[in-house]
């Protein structure tokens, strides 16, 4: 019976993405791990699934929404910004206020991309503690995306934004133009990346195969390009622990 995996995360290239998708697919495969697509659901609804074998999720709903699912590990980002399992977000405005500080931004519009994102929302909130996200800025909205916060900043419905570095990267790759007008003023401290993560249900057997295939991925020559592609690499057995950090 196949289990459940998807990468909805940093799924900037679709072609990217689903080439990345199906060299796991092989790499389970080989370990007697069959897989298939998640059909189109919530992403909160798709982490919950009973079946699910290998999905990306935020720090922060992992810590707060779902208590009862295992973590895999963390992959390591080739992007500016991260170490190791580490990444951080950068404080994006337009290219006119380019000078200014985060303090400058009082009193201005946010736009954020949910409010259970740790890069996008949680990293706001613990910058400008103890003052409320709400309190501080004029208004804060939520654009349902990096990609479209960044928009919104751009096109002036928003003055500051806060986005994930890897999402960064990889829209100066595919997406260059977006970025046009816009400048980073500020990197936030860093913290453990985007979890992986598998269901309550999957053994530790499965977990374990899960953990070596992934090894693999990272390690293995064989599957440079696909890892290159979405700025992967390396990864590392992780587990909850390492999160609660983000709660603080």
Same mark, same amino acid.
């Given at each position: +019976?196949?289990?459940? +995996?998807?990468?909805?995360?940093?799924?900037? =290239?679709? %072609?990217?993405?689903? %080439?990345?998708?199906?060299?796991?697919?092989?790499?389970?495969?080989?370990?007697?791990?069959?897989?298939?697509?998640?059909?189109?659901?919530?992403?909160?609804?798709?982490?919950?699934?009973?079946?699910?074998?290998?999905?990306?999720?935020?720090?922060?709903?992992l810590m707060t929404t779902l208590p /009862?699912?295992?973590?895999?590990?963390?992959?390591? $980002?080739?992007?500016?910004?991260?170490?190791?399992?580490? $990444?951080?977000?950068?404080? @994006?405005?337009?290219?006119?206020?380019?000078?200014?500080?985060?303090?400058?931004?009082?009193?201005?519009? %946010?736009?954020?991309?949910?409010? /259970?994102?740790?890069?996008?929302? =949680?990293?706001?909130?613990?910058?400008?503690?103890?003052?409320?996200? =709400?309190? &501080?800025?004029?208004? @804060?909205?939520?654009?349902?995306?990096?990609?479209?916060?960044l928009v919104d900043v751009g096109r002036?419905?928003?003055?500051?934004? %806060?986005?994930?570095?890897?999402?960064?990267?990889?829209?100066?790759?595919?997406?260059?133009?977006?970025?046009?007008?816009?400048?980073?003023?500020?990197?936030?401290?860093?913290?453990?990346?985007?979890?992986?993560?598998?269901?309550?249900?999957?053994?530790?057997?499965?977990?374990?195969?899960?953990?070596?295939?992934?090894n693999e991925l990272v390690n293995n020559?064989?599957?440079?390009?696909?890892?290159?592609?979405?700025?992967?690499?390396?990864?590392?057995? @992780?587990?909850?622990?390492?999160? &609660?950090?983000?709660?603080?």
């Amino acid at each position: +019976m196949s289990k459940l +995996m998807a990468f909805p995360m940093y799924d900037v =290239n679709r %072609a990217d993405t689903d %080439a990345l998708w199906r060299t796991i697919q092989s790499l389970l495969l080989a370990r007697g791990i069959t897989v298939a697509a998640s059909p189109e659901q919530d992403l909160l609804t798709l982490w919950q699934q009973p079946d699910l074998a290998l999905s990306q999720t935020c720090g922060y709903p992992l810590m707060t929404t779902l208590p /009862d699912v295992q973590v895999v590990g963390c992959f390591h $980002y080739a992007a500016p910004g991260c170490e190791g399992i580490h $990444y951080r977000s950068f404080l @994006v405005v337009r290219e006119e206020d380019k000078h200014r500080t985060l303090a400058d931004f009082r009193g201005r519009r %946010a736009v954020c991309n949910s409010p /259970d994102s740790q890069s996008g929302y =949680n990293v706001l909130r613990k910058k400008i503690a103890p003052a409320a996200v =709400n309190d &501080y800025f004029s208004s @804060v909205t939520f654009s349902g995306s990096h990609r479209q916060s960044l928009v919104d900043v751009g096109r002036g419905a928003g003055d500051i934004a %806060a986005i994930d570095c890897v999402t960064y990267a990889l829209l100066q790759r595919h997406e260059p133009a977006l970025l046009a007008g816009l400048a980073v003023i500020e990197r936030t401290p860093l913290t453990p990346g985007l979890p992986l993560i598998t269901a309550r249900q999957t053994s530790p057997a499965t977990l374990q195969a899960i953990r070596d295939a992934l090894n693999e991925l990272v390690n293995n020559p064989e599957y440079r390009e696909e890892c290159s592609a979405v700025l992967i690499g390396g990864f590392s057995e @992780v587990t909850r622990q390492a999160y &609660y950090q983000l709660l603080d």
